[in-house]
């Protein structure tokens, strides 16, 4: 006799921020999770019934993990597709499915599927090497891209012009026209197994000027109805392509024309989502619980405008975290802060997000940046 979901295991591969933000939702529902990490102090490590230590990308590790669990997701793309493909082969609930995983672990089959399908996209030519990127010269400015590998901000870099071609990834990858865009936005959309499918309203992205990592976030994005019914579609569009089960964020282009163009896409809980915890009716990380365990979709309307702040850890300090400015920002309304249990900090490592809540959207932009100035990640000296 089947197990009723509230008696399964889900199996998380990954135990970083965004598993521990899925945990604190899956507690409410009395929900068993497991996790496997590579990290034996990875923030998981202390709230997961559960708590592996080994590689994500190992076969057998993967696989053993997974023969223990009932539903299987994760928290990271990085992870041993083939491992995943035999345990769904032998029953386990397996979402997103193996195969779209191993699509978009390679941006050049990611950009080929919108081709494809006829989703709108940047141009772009794939390069085989540095001196592929070279020999196709003409194609600058653009963005140079590895095709595996690449994460958070890293294997992607800005090739404006010839004086830049050293810098080439000397790697499979491919080139994509550069983007004279007016705004850059996610939206973030969720499918279960019976074809429920929900979108959350789009949410505007600022980016830090040199880790390549979202800044500031702010929602709703400050676009037109059009623009907005635009990215739902395209967004719905492509977890409807994919067939894919699970939460989808769809990063996009807003052009000066109003063109709305498919960036990346990541299938699990994301960046751009992590202001829905106190802002929408539903958290994106409840929302992929809901997803994968097949139970029904939450709604994912804005209960008020919100901006996300990114703490970085500051350039120049590594060692035992120390967070500034706590206290002070905790005295301010609509406030709330979240910390990943990293007890270590680096330059530009993601050591936990700031919510901020206000129904006024100038004093909410305010705030946001004063909130940025006024919380910094350093070490113990």
Known sequence: MAKSSQHQILGVLGGGQLGRMLIQS?????QDIHILDPDPNAPCRD????????????????????????VITVE?????????????????????????LKLIQDKREQKQFYQLHGIPTADFVLTENKADVIAKKDFLPAV???????????????????ADLDNAFDAPGLLEKLID??????????????????????????????????????APAEISAEIEAKAQEIAKEVILKLD???????????????????NE?????????HHTIEANFTSQFEQHLRAVMNWPLGNPDLRCPAAMI????????????????????????????HLYGKKLTKPFRKMGHVTILDENINALKSKAHRIKELIKIKSTP
């Not at 595996?148 to 992607?156: C, M």
């Not at 990541?266 to 989502?273: D, E, I, T, Y």
């Open 26 to 30: 899956a507690i409410n529902y009395n």
């Open 47 to 70: 709230i997961a019934q559960h708590f592996a230590v080994g590689s994500l990308k190992d076969f057998e590790t993967v696989y053993t993990f997974g023969q223990n669990c009932d």
């Open 76 to 100: 990271i793309e990085a992870v041993n597709t083939a491992a995943l493909q035999k345990l769904a082969e032998e029953g386990k609930s397996v979402y997103p499915q193996p195969h779209i």
């Open 144 to 162: 140079n891209k590895l095709g595996k590998e690449g994460y958070d901000g890293r294997g992607v870099q800005i090739l404006r012009s010839e």
């Open 181 to 218: 865009f007016d705004k850059e936005i996610a939206v973030t959309v969720a499918r279960n197994q019976r074809g429920d499918l929900i979108a959350y309203p789009a949410v505007e992205c600022a980016f830090h000027p040199t880790a390549n990592l979202v800044e500031f976030l702010f």
């Open 244 to 262: 894919m089960v699970g939460i989808l964020a769809v990063e996009l282009f807003v052009t000066k024309s109003g063109a709305v163009l498919v």
């Open 265 to 273: 896409i990541a299938p699990r809980p994301h960046n751009s989502g």
């Open 310 to 337: 990114n703490l970085l850890g500051e350039d120049g300090f590594s060692g035992p975290a120390v967070v500034e400015g706590m206290e002070e920002a905790l005295s301010e309304k609509g406030v709330y802060i």
